[in-house]
């Protein structure tokens, strides 16, 4: 297994803990925020479990599945969560299409709430390009 398959690995768990959270008793305060910073809905439960058995099968299926995997699901999530500071809704759950900009912002919660998406993107992207070259 290589190092690409590992990370994919990696981000299936990550992402399928994410996908969890909702569902772990605890974990989310009377307002249903995520440790009290985001929320999480049905869709975004969906995401997190759809890029998870993406991840899955790229960590399978080999290093070359896993580099695209990585580069475009960094891409995606790291993009993401920089809309995220420019409107305070991401693109990927469809925010920003439904809900009005709020303008961009690096308050602690805008910051706590993207940078998960932000450094899980960006991370996906790195590894894609700078450990798949040649591949």
């Given at each position: 297994m290589?190092l690409l398959?590992?990370?994919?690995?990696?981000?299936?768990v990550?992402?399928?803990a994410?996908?969890?959270?909702?569902y772990?008793?605890?974990?989310?305060?009377?307002?249903?925020?995520a440790?009290?910073?985001?929320?999480l809905d049905l869709?975004?439960?969906?995401?997190h479990?759809?890029?998870?058995?993406?991840a899955?099968a790229?960590a399978?299926?080999?290093?070359?599945?896993?580099?695209?995997?990585?580069?475009?699901?960094?891409?995606?999530?790291?993009?993401d969560?920089v809309?995220?500071?420019?409107?305070?809704?991401g693109?990927?759950?469809?925010?920003?299409f439904?809900?009005?900009?709020?303008?961009?912002?690096?308050?602690?919660?805008?910051?706590?709430?993207n940078?998960?998406h932000?450094?899980?993107g960006?991370?996906?992207?790195?590894?894609?390009?700078?450990?798949?070259?040649?591949i």
């Amino acid at each position: 297994m290589t190092l690409l398959q590992k990370i994919s690995g990696g981000y299936f768990v990550v992402l399928l803990a994410a996908a969890a959270l909702n569902y772990l008793p605890g974990l989310t305060d009377e307002h249903g925020l995520a440790f009290g910073i985001f929320a999480l809905d049905l869709f975004d439960d969906a995401l997190h479990l759809v890029s998870a058995l993406w991840a899955l099968a790229s960590a399978i299926w080999g290093a070359r599945a896993s580099k695209v995997f990585l580069v475009l699901f960094g891409a995606l999530y790291l993009g993401d969560g920089v809309f995220g500071f420019f409107t305070g809704y991401g693109y990927l759950d469809f925010g920003i299409f439904t809900n009005p900009s709020e303008g961009l912002s690096f308050t602690l919660f805008r910051v706590l709430a993207n940078l998960p998406h932000i450094a899980l993107g960006g991370f996906a992207v790195f590894a894609g390009l700078r450990w798949g070259r040649g591949i």
